[in-house]
């Protein structure tokens, strides 16, 4: 567990509009016409956008684009394009960007806010932004080259208000494999302790693992207001080892439903709405289109809200 600490906390750099630098030999390698590309598809993506960009400039490729960019409400975030998650900000702006809009009308000063799967911390960075230097934000991200990434982005922007673990989280506090990413196709965010959610076979090494009831046992908090819960397969097992957390805080809980791996431990959407229920929750779609309640199962993966019923 790391305290991100530097003495100008919250000190952002003077940032310049759209693509800031281009700080990498193999960036300068690009034609002039992606910057221009990339500024236009953050701005403006008609139908068909993304068959372009995809046969212009597509994810992986030799020649990747690294540099810094201007974020989410003044913030600026690393980007090297070999990532797909990074390649989608540089030309859309956002990873999930209805979850970043609804963090920053959720969140405020002085709130508490968990980011399980954190990848390079694109969400982590708005609550950190939205919860200021009196809130906390708790990061879990246990796959060594997203964390990198991570506490780059928090460095870049100041920010000592982060608590950074490299772990995962589950039912239960232990040591367990951790299966990394497919480096074979670029994809940064699919590392998993289920082996079969990586899509082939991988380097595994060990990782802690904590319960969210254990960790808060460890590292108390005076509040969580929202748990943001994208962890690779791992979500159900996950909300398994926080019940004491979710009854005690009543926190907002964005999670992960992706059919192919709730299947792969005979688990279904309604599942994860009647625990909610029981728990005294609804469960909404929020990801595309407008807030509506889970009412039966879902074929398309997405993030799905779980609100306390008293909100």
């Known amino acids: 567990m790391t305290d991100l600490a530097n003495p100008q906390a919250h000190a952002k750099p003077a940032s310049d509009a759209g693509t800031r630098r281009e700080n990498d030999p193999l960036a300068g390698q690009n034609p002039a016409w992606v910057p221009v590309l990339g500024w236009l598809t953050r701005h403006f993506h008609p139908k068909g956008t993304d068959r372009l960009v995809r046969a212009l400039h597509p994810p992986g490729n030799s020649r990747p684009v690294r540099t810094v960019l201007d974020y989410d409400d003044g913030l600026l975030i690393n980007i090297d394009t070999h990532s797909f998650l990074e390649w989608y900000i540089y030309f ?43 809130g906390r934000v708790h990061v879990f991200e246990p796959d060594p080259h997203p964390l990198g990434r991570l506490k780059a982005n928090m460095h870049l922007n100041g920010f000592t208000n982060v608590t950074l673990n490299q772990a995962a989280v589950s039912q239960r506090t232990e ?7 497919d480096d074979s196709i670029g994809n940064f965010a699919n590392a998993s302790l289920q082996e079969s ?46 019940m004491r957390t979710i009854r005690r805080f009543r926190p907002k809980i964005f999670f992960l439903w992706e059919p192919s791996y709730w299947a792969r431990q005979s688990l279904c959407l309604m599942d994860a709405v009647r625990l909610f229920r029981e728990l ?17 199962e879902i074929a398309m993966g997405q993030v799905l809200l779980a609100v306390p019923a008293e909100v």
Request: hydrophobic residues 40%.
């Open 92 to 134: 859309y702006g956002a990873f999930r960007p209805n979850v970043s809009r609804m963090l920053n009308r959720m969140l405020r000063e002085g709130q508490v806010a968990f980011d399980i799967g954190s990848n390079i911390g694109m969400h982590a960075l708005v609550m950190a932004n939205r919860v200021g230097p009196t």
């Open 175 to 181: 040591t367990r494999q951790l299966f990394l990413h």
């Open 197 to 242: 959610n990586v899509g082939r076979t991988t380097r595994s090494i060990d990782m802690k693992v904590w319960s969210l009831d254990d960790y808060i046992d460890a590292n108390p908090v005076p509040r969580l207001d929202v748990i943001k819960l994208l962890a690779q397969g791992e979500e159900w097992n996950a909300l398994q080892g926080a």
């Open 280 to 296: 005294g929750y609804g469960t909404y779609q929020i990801e595309f289109g407008a807030r509506r309640p889970v009412t039966d």
